[in-house]
């Protein structure tokens, strides 16, 4: 999955675009650029996500990757981040939150 793949809609907000994606490891990414996000305007945020998609999921802060999103992020730069989020092992926790 590329960040060119990714197919953004318009946020909630009224303002700025959301995306998401999901892997077969159980991990996904939520990628926005939106008012309320790191890197408004011109940059996007990711958080990792757990869950089978939209509706069935949550923010994963147990992950080696972060332990919150990642904003000021290049179209690029989510592209790596997305790489990464499917390359966890679905097992992948880390820290006290572990579960």
Same mark, same amino acid.
């Given at each position: 999955?590329?960040?060119?793949?990714?197919?953004? %809609?318009?946020?909630?907000?009224?303002? @700025?675009?959301?995306? &998401?994606?999901?892997?077969?490891? +159980?991990? @996904?990414?939520?990628?926005?650029?939106?008012?309320? &996000?790191? @890197?408004?305007?011109?940059?996007?945020?990711?958080?990792?996500? %757990?869950?089978? +998609?939209? @509706?069935?999921?949550?923010?994963?802060?147990?992950?080696?990757? $972060?332990?919150?999103?990642? +904003?000021?992020?290049?179209?690029?730069?989510? $592209?790596?981040?997305?790489?990464?989020?499917?390359?966890?092992?679905?097992?992948? %926790?880390?820290?006290?939150?572990?579960?």
């Amino acid at each position: 999955m590329t960040f060119k793949e990714l197919e953004f %809609r318009p946020h909630n907000l009224g303002e @700025g675009v959301w995306a &998401s994606t999901f892997f077969p490891n +159980g991990f @996904g990414a939520s990628v926005i650029c939106c008012p309320i &996000s790191y @890197g408004w305007p011109s940059e996007y945020e990711v958080a990792v996500m %757990r869950g089978s +998609g939209v @509706g069935e999921c949550k923010i994963d802060t147990t992950t080696h990757l $972060t332990d919150d999103v990642v +904003g000021h992020l290049t179209p690029d730069g989510v $592209t790596d981040m997305l790489r990464q989020i499917s390359a966890l092992p679905d097992d992948e %926790r880390v820290g006290d939150d572990a579960h």
